[in-house]
């Protein structure tokens, strides 16, 4: 699995660099937000899990932004995860986004009557590519919950 995220992650550095074009997709004041699906390999050795997420992100300059997310996740644990990140952008230009991410999260699940949630960090980066009225995004994050779960996002936002 280390390896596959590895070179997923190479690919989403080369496309990254790739541009010549100088034209900024985000810019301070810019609020997004949307949803997709999420896949975590799970927590503890439970067996990964497919959820769906809503997010949002505000910039607070053209650099740095701030956002949260909340993921559902349909198992039969009732997971839920509550994830508050910041994100710097290091590519930021050809309708295309490249950035990394640091954050706290909160993960509860229940299962037979049972209840337990768990707090730890994030660490992870993602890539947007812009269309004309909405923005593709894929984000790969580790947590620091117990069994260092790694989650993979797929979505989209809306700017308003």
């Given at each position: ?101 640091a954050g706290i999260g909160i993960w509860r699940w229940s299962a037979f009557g049972f209840s337990s949630s768990t707090s730890g960090l994030n660490l992870g980066g993602g890539l947007e590519y ?31």
């Open positions: 699995m280390k390896k596959v995220l590895t070179v997923l992650f190479a690919i989403v550095i080369s496309v990254g660099l790739s541009s010549n074009a100088t034209a900024q997709v985000v810019q301070e004041g810019d609020i997004t937000a949307g949803g997709g699906i999420t896949f975590t390999t799970g927590v503890s050795g439970a067996s990964g899990e497919i959820g769906i997420n809503v997010n949002g992100n505000y910039s607070i300059t053209d650099e740095i932004r701030a956002g949260a997310e909340f993921v559902y996740f349909l198992g039969d644990f009732g997971f839920t995860v509550f994830n508050i990140e910041g994100h710097y952008i290091f590519k930021n230009e050809d309708d295309l986004v490249l950035y990394g991410l812009e269309l004309d009225s909405v923005t593709l995004f894929s984000e790969a994050k580790l947590s620091t919950i117990g069994g260092t779960p790694i989650s993979l996002s797929g979505g989209v936002r809306f700017r308003f």
